[in-house]
């Protein structure tokens, strides 16, 4: 699986940006999709998770209520709507790919096994 994360920008605080991820190579529809944010210094975190279907999404407290990971299976893509930004939710966004048949929710960095280039985004106050 190739994955390919677009979107990412600079936006001012309590603005909204939807990333993109779209994904290439084998069934798109067999794996769940994850999205992660690394910000400079910091480990890689978890942000959202979505099942194969689309029917069945988990988040970070973090971001609960603010963002919303969905999918279009049709078009090979995993969204990330963000709402509300904040300037502690800058950093590098990254989708990742993680196989159905993984514990639910797949909310570690070691349940994924393809993982897209990452794109920046940037909240300022």
Do not use: H
Request: aromatic share 12%; glycine share 12%; with cysteine.
């Amino acid at each position: 699986v190739q994955l390919q994360a677009s979107g990412g920008g600079l936006v001012q605080a309590g603005g909204s940006l939807r990333l993109s991820c779209a994904a290439s190579g084998r069934a798109f529809t067999t794996y769940r999709m994850g999205w992660f944010r690394q910000a400079p210094g910091k480990e890689r975190e978890f942000v959202a998770t979505v099942s194969w279907s689309g029917g069945s999404t988990y988040y970070a407290d973090s971001v609960k209520g603010r963002f919303t990971i969905s999918r279009d299976n049709a078009k090979n893509t995993v969204y990330l709507q963000m709402n509300s930004l904040k300037p502690e939710d800058t950093a590098v966004y990254y989708c990742a790919s993680a196989p159905s048949g993984s514990s639910w929710p797949p909310a570690t960095t070691n349940a994924y096994n393809y993982w897209g280039q990452g794109t920046q985004v940037t909240v300022s106050s």
